[in-house]
C-alpha cells in the first residue's frame, strides 16, 4: 500500500479504542492498551478527543512502524468510523 503516514481525524472518533488493541495486536500478537502506538483519549468533561500517534519507544509503548508488514495499517484497517486516515500513499 505503501503508506506514508497516519492523519487521525479526531472529530470522527468515538473513542472506543477498537485501534488501540489492534495496534496492540500488531505489535505482540495479544490485545491490550498499554503497548500501543496510538492513544485515544477522551475528556469526559469537555467531549474532546485527541488520537496521538508516538513514533518512539516509551516504557511499554511501542513506536509506529506504520504496521510493517501488513497491507492495511491496522488502526486504519480496523477503526470503524473512518477516524484514521493515511496520507500519501504510493503503488
Ligand atoms: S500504523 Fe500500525 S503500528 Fe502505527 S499506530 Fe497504526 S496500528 Fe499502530
Ligand atoms: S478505532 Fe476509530 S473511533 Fe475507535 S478510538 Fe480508534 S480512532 Fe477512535
Redesign the pocket.
Known amino acids: 500500500m505503501g503508506v506514508l503516514g497516519l492523519r487521525?481525524i479526531p472529530e470522527?472518533?468515538?473513542?472506543?479504542?477498537?485501534?488501540?488493541l489492534a495496534c496492540t495486536f500488531h505489535h505482540t500478537k495479544a490485545f491490550g492498551r498499554r503497548p500501543s502506538s496510538?492513544a485515544?483519549h477522551k475528556d469526559h468533561v469537555t467531549g474532546e478527543?485527541t488520537?496521538a500517534i508516538h513514533e518512539t519507544e516509551a516504557g511499554p509503548r511501542r513506536a509506529c512502524d506504520l504496521c510493517a508488514g501488513e497491507r492495511v495499517p491496522l488502526?486504519v484497517k480496523?477503526?470503524?468510523?473512518g477516524?484514521?486516515g493515511t496520507t500519501r500513499t504510493r503503488p
Open positions: 487521525p470522527r472518533c468515538a473513542a472506543c479504542s477498537i485501534c488501540e496510538i485515544v478527543v488520537i488502526c480496523w477503526c470503524p468510523v477516524a484514521v
